[in-house]
Nanobody, 113 residues
Framework: VQLVEFGGGLVQPGGSLRLSCAAS????????MSWYRQAPGKERDLVAT???????YYARSVKGRFTISRDNAKNTVYLQMNSLKPEDTAVYYC????????WGQGTQVTVSS
């Protein structure tokens, strides 16, 4: 299993970013995909999950601002982040549980003026 995230960067408050996670090594369409984030000195927290059937969960802190989606033909999961706030600053990780948890290398998102 391999997960590779793209799309992080520096953005001003109120801005937008789109993260992508390219997956390989498993049957992508059969598994739930998740995004987590970890801010400095804090635990890694779940941001959003999309099941294989399309059910979606968002953390309360991002609901209404972030959108998770997936393209099973491209083995890719996305996280569209709008109305970004400084408190969204973190390393964002893609995750899948295929008998065990697998993680990408993470991508830094910094929200600052």
């Amino acid at each position: 299993v391999q997960l590779v995230e793209f799309g992080g960067g520096l953005v001003q408050p109120g801005g937008s970013l789109r993260l992508s996670c390219a997956a390989s090594g498993f049957t992508f369409s059969s598994y739930a995909m998740s995004w987590y984030r970890q801010a400095p000195g804090k635990e890694r927290d779940l941001v959003a999950t999309m099941s294989s059937g399309g059910r979606i969960y968002y953390a309360r802190s991002v609901k209404g601002r972030f959108t998770i989606s997936r393209d099973n033909a491209k083995n890719t999961v996305y996280l569209q982040m709008n109305s970004l706030k400084p408190e969204d600053t973190a390393v964002y990780y893609c995750n899948v549980r295929v008998e065990q948890d697998y993680w990408g290398q993470g991508t830094q998102v910094t929200v600052s003026s």
